[in-house]
């Protein structure tokens, strides 16, 4: 069985931090690439920051200069440290990883964890 699992989601005032971590755990191989989305109500799912399995890194326009992402390899671990929260970043926070089983790659998402940003 294979669980993507997010956590620290919260309510924090404008200008607040916050950092997020997911964890992949079950059986498989490898974990590839790791990924944090977000959905706000009424819009669109939209990447936040994405980070290869040699670290290579992307951010949304949105976020870049108050986010930053990373892993931990050996924990199957990826984070998100949030900083100068506006209340625009209110959304759902979601993780996927692409999870290596047997020959092939799949791509597993989380349930979400909830961010509120407002004074």
């Known amino acids: 069985q294979v669980q993507v699992t997010e956590s620290g989601g919260d309510m924090v005032q404008p200008g607040g931090s916050l950092n997020l971590s997911c964890v992949a755990s079950g059986s498989f191989s490898s974990v590839r690439g790791m990924a944090w989305y977000r959905q706000a109500p009424g819009k669109q799912r939209e990447r936040v920051a994405d980070i290869t399995d040699g670290g290579s890194v992307n951010y949304a326009d949105s976020v870049k200069g108050r986010f930053t992402i990373s892993r931990d390899n050996a924990k199957n671990t990826v984070y998100l440290q949030m900083n100068s929260l506006k209340p625009e970043d209110t959304a759902v926070y979601y993780c996927?990883?692409?999870?290596?089983?047997?020959?092939?790659?799949?791509?597993?998402w989380g349930l979400g964890t909830q961010v509120t940003v407002s004074s």
């Open positions: 996927n990883s692409d999870l290596t089983i047997g020959l092939y790659t799949y791509r597993y």
